[in-house]
Each structure stands twice: as structure tokens, then as C-alpha cells.
């Protein structure tokens, strides 16, 4: 048993370094959508102490928009700038109706509005699109289906084109959004709310413009989730659960960095996996991926409660 | 004198017509009187103390001025126009810039990006130029880059310049927060207590900022202080508020020899 545990899993691991390398890839390729769900997550929080339980519906309302549209006949890419337009529409609606009145309250009102809205985009998205799954439309969009096959150390490793392309978009996508907030006005004004509400006022910063702007950035994140994640397992309200894998990767990661959330969802995306093929699938019968991340999370809090990239929290008694 | 007309200080400097009015200012919160029907004016170039025992509602005019509080009754002229009733961050792009007693700075950024936030009512490209990084975006972060260096240049803070702001002491930090309200090349710069909590060493870098300040850009300034010393050797004319009343207003001298200040400040025998 503890032979099992504790050696053989790293002898396979040398044995079979390509099958290896194919596992940290696919678990790589998970944890990139984790970290682009927690990336949501983290914006919203920060410009507004909010914990947007909406991000995960958020996703898949993102994707159902896009695929519906399609159906009804407008071509792809054209959908796809109607879905923004939609996801900025629902930012505004959102700040307008749900925050602007609930400001000042406390977080945990917030929070419960958040639920509300997740509520509100099953039923609105089950009512325009129907609930049943639905296929992506990966190949209109373009994006790639083929896979190339390496071969390192004599063994096969083999790499979907549609993986590839999501690992791209998600790189590009979190370097503009980085540049976006470090090296310009409206960026900088996002940071500086997140730090100081009353200090944002005073040099002009609209709490409203900058909440519709974070929302619809989030909107964005989760339309990139969306397309990519549906292009792999399909579009369902089922999606949303991927959502809930993104707060294991923010107790890691911290909920306030954005650094914290990118390493955080590649870590859990990777461990998991490797835990997955290891330990879980030849002792503990599989499925493991379901929980692994949450338990994980656990330990981490006990000895970090600030998650590994937060702040310590000093208060001045 | 009249709203047009300026005066000539006692240092010999020319000061202007009338800036910013308030008429007759009165700020209730539920049965409390903050600020009790209280009327001045603020006029170009010079600099205004605000001043008065704790209490006495200093912090809330200043509130008002910068549009975090509205007043009960009373308006707010500016620029020779009545003011609508105005959100804090839409009185900032007015052209008024302020810093807090408990000073308010985005901690978790550098004193660079602070004072950058400074220039945010000055930038004006489009979200779409700004999220690609081209054209006018680019063209103003580098105009207004330049401007924010003189100012760190100017309240000697070079050295700190990519320090995170919450790693910094206090004496620090209260200058960060200057040169951030300073960034914005205000009409008005509201001082909240610029030296409270800070040694005498520290206060005479602060004062000398100030007059700095006002001598080289020739702004406008409005500081509340309740050091008696430091106000009097800085402003030109000096507003004092005792229980939400206005009791004095006038030069330095003049509010130094007012019988209703002395008594605010030592006390009547009953």
C-alpha cells in the first residue's frame, strides 16, 4: 500500500516520461481556463469588494448567446460582436439596476445579489436559447481541429490544435489585459478604486464608469471561457460547475491578485490532473478531478489563510 | 472689497478677485448642526485657512467644497456661477483637487501610478485607443508623464518614485498625496490637516511646500490646520469656526486679536 503510494507513481512517472508530459499538458490546458475564470473573479473584486458568484453563469450565458445567434443565421464572427454587445449590455444593466442601488451595503448583500443575477441568466438564457446542449461552433469560428503528434524520448505525445489555440488566445488575452491596467487612465483607475473609494472620488474617478467597464471586461473573460470550454465539452448549464473550480484557484491564489490567479488555476489545472492519473485512477477509483482542487484548497488555508500569493493581513490593534 | 477686486498681501503679493464662494452654508446630519449657516469667499492665488477647535466643523466644509457632502441649505459658487449639486468625482474635474486627514492614497500602487491618478481628469482618449495602446492613449500617458515627473521633482520625491505607497512612513505619504492633488493642476487645492501628526521637522518641510506651491504655480489653496502657529505664519487670511458657527474672518492679525477666537481657543469664565 504505501509502496503504491509513495513510489510507484514516480517510477511510472521516469518510466514513461512522454505520457508524462501529456498529462502536465492537458492539466496545463484546464488550468488555463481556471485561471481565466478566477482572472474574472479577481476584477470584480477588486474594483468593488464584490464576489461575483455570477462569473461561472456568466460563461455559459456568454456561450449560449453566441452559439443561439449563430443559429438564428447571423455568421460567426458577426456573432461574436453581437455577443460582446450583449455582454455589455447586461455590464450596464447589471451596474444600473443591481449595484448602483446596493451601494454602500454590506459585502454580503452584495454577494447575494450576485446570486440573484446567476439565477436570473439560467432562466433569461433557458428561455431565449432552450436548455438542451448545444454544439460550439468551433469550426465557423475558425479555430483549428487537428492535433500534431510529437515524439519526445522515443514516445507519443500528442497535441489537440484546439488546445493549442486556447492556451494562445488565454496568453494574449492576459497580456493585453495587464498592459491595459498598468499603462493606461482607465486601467490605473481600476487599480486605484480597488485600493481606496474615497481617494478614487477625489481625483475623479467615477465609481459607476469603472464598474460597467469591469464588468464587461469580465463579460469578455467569459466569453473566451465560454467558446473555448464549450468547444470541448459542449454548451450546458452543466458548464457552470467548471465556475465553481475557479474558488479553490482564488483561496489559492488570493482574491485580490491577479498574478495569484493566473498561477493558482495552472497549479490546480496541473495537480489535479497529475493526482487524477497517478494516485487517484489506480487507488482510488477515478473522478478524482471533482473534488481534489477543494481538498487541496483546505490544507492551504490551514497554513495560509491569505492563500499563497495574499497579503498578510497585519491589523493594528 | 469687492468680488472683482484683489488685495495685495502682507508679503507684498497680488491676490485676485473672488474664486470660490459659499453662501450661506448650513449642513445638518439628522438633529446635528455640522455647519450653521456659515458664508465666504476663497479668491485667486491665495491661501485660505480654515481653522477651529476639534469639532467645529472644519473637516465637513471642506466635504462640501469637494462635493463629498451636499449642504442642507446654501450654494456654492464657483468661477462666478452657482454650482449644481455636484458628485465628488464630477467637482474633481472641475478643476478641484484635495487630500484627506487620514490620508487616502492607493496603497497598493507605486508613488508613480498615485500621482498619475492625478492626471486622470486630464486624459481624455478613447477606451478603444487606450485598449490597444496607440495613437492619442499613448501620446497623452507620455504628455502627462512628464508633467507628473516635474511634479515629483518639484516635492522632492525622485528617490521614492516605484516605491509601492504603503511601504512608506507617514510624513511620506502625506507629500505623495500632495503631489498627487498637485498632478491635477488644480484651481483649488483642499488641505485636510496637511500637518497633522507630524513632527516640527516634517511641518516645516510641509509649510514650506505649500508656499512653494502656491508661489511657483500660483494655485489656490485651502487648507483646514488646527496648529495655530503653522496657520498663521502661512495663509493670508484665516476662517474660524467654533460649534459650526463662523466666528472670525479676516488676516492673521485681525483674527489674533478677535475677542470671540481668543475665547474659542482659552476659554471664557462663566
Known sequence: MLRDIFITPFVDMVEAPDFLMQVLWEGLVSGVLYALIALGFVLIFRSSRILNFAQGIMVVFAALTLVGLHAMGLPAWIAVAATLAVMFVLAVTIERVVLRPLVGQPDIILFMATIGITLFLIGLGETIFGGENKVMITGELGIPTGDTVLEPFGGLLILQHLDITVVLVAVALVGALLAFLNYTRMGRAIRALGDDHQAALSVGISLQTIWVLVWFIAGIIALVTGIAWGAR???????????????????????????????????????????????????????????????????????????????????RV | ????????????????????????????????????????????????????????????????????????????????????????????????????????????????????????????????????????????????????????????????????????????????????????????????????????????????????????????????????????????????????????????????SNQDVIDAYLGVPH
Not at chain 1, 279 to 293: H, I, K, M, R, Y
Not at chain 2, 82 to 109: D, H, S
Not at chain 2, 197 to 206: F, I, L, T, Y
Not at chain 2, 220 to 231: A, K, N, S, Y
Request: hydrophobic share 45%; proline share 4%.
Open chain 2, 1 to 256: 472689497m469687492k468680488d472683482t477686486e484683489g488685495y495685495v498681501t502682507a508679503d507684498g503679493r497680488q491676490i485676485g478677485g473672488v474664486l470660490m464662494e459659499l453662501r450661506n452654508i448650513t449642513l445638518k446630519f439628522g438633529g446635528v448642526t455640522a455647519i450653521n449657516d456659515i458664508s465666504f469667499d476663497i479668491r485667486e492665488g491665495e491661501i485660505r485657512a480654515i481653522i477651529g477647535p476639534n469639532g467645529a466643523g472644519k473637516s465637513s466644509m471642506l466635504n462640501v467644497i469637494s462635493g463629498f457632502y451636499t449642504p442642507t441649505e446654501g450654494s456654492v459658487w464657483y468661477k462666478g456661477e452657482q454650482r449644481p449639486k455636484m458628485k465628488p468625482y464630477e467637482v474633481a474635474r472641475m478643476g478641484v483637487a484635495r487630500t484627506f486627514q487620514n490620508i487616502a492614497l492607493f496603497e497598493g500602487m507605486t508613488v508613480l501610478d498615485n500621482v498619475m491618478t492625478g492626471r486622470l481628469t486630464h486624459m481624455n482618449a478613447g477606451i478603444l485607443s487606450q485598449a490597444i495602446w496607440w495613437g492619442s492613449a499613448r501620446d497623452e500617458e507620455m504628455e502627462n508623464r512628464e508633467k507628473v515627473e516635474r511634479v515629483i521633482d518639484f516635492l522632492e520625491i525622485q528617490n521614492i518614485r516605484k516605491t509601492p505607497v504603503g511601504r512608506l512612513p507617514y510624513g511620506l505619504k502625506k507629500r505623495v498625496e500632495l503631489a498627487r492633488a498637485l498632478a491635477a493642476e488644480p484651481s483649488i487645492l483642499l488641505l485636510d490637516e496637511p500637518m497633522a501628526g507630524m513632527n516640527v521637522e516634517e511641518k516645516e518641510d510641509m509649510s514650506r511646500f505649500i508656499l512653494d506651491v502656491n508661489d511657483e504655480f500660483g494655485t489656490t489653496i485651502c487648507l483646514i490646520e488646527h496648529d495655530m502657529g503653522v496657520v498663521m505664519d502661512l495663509s493670508d487670511r484665516v476662517v474660524v469656526m467654533d460649534y459650526g458657527r463662523k466666528i472670525g474672518d479676516g488676516s492673521p492679525d485681525e483674527v489674533r
Open chain 1, 233 to 315: 465539452a459542449g454548451v450546458s448549464f452543466a458548464l457552470e460547475v467548471i465556475a465553481y473550480k475557479a474558488l479553490p484557484v482564488l483561496m489559492l491564489g488570493g482574491l485580490e491578485s491577479i498574478t495569484g490567479a493566473i498561477v493558482g488555476g495552472l497549479m490546480i489545472g496541473v495537480l489535479e490532473k497529475i493526482f487524477e492519473i497517478y494516485w487517484g485512477q489506480p487507488l482510488l477509483g477515478g473522478n478524482t478531478e471533482a473534488w481534489f482542487a477543494f481538498v487541496l484548497a483546505l490544507i492551504v488555508l490551514l497554513f495560509r489563510p491569505q492563500g499563497l500569493f495574499g497579503e498578510r493581513i497585519i491589523e
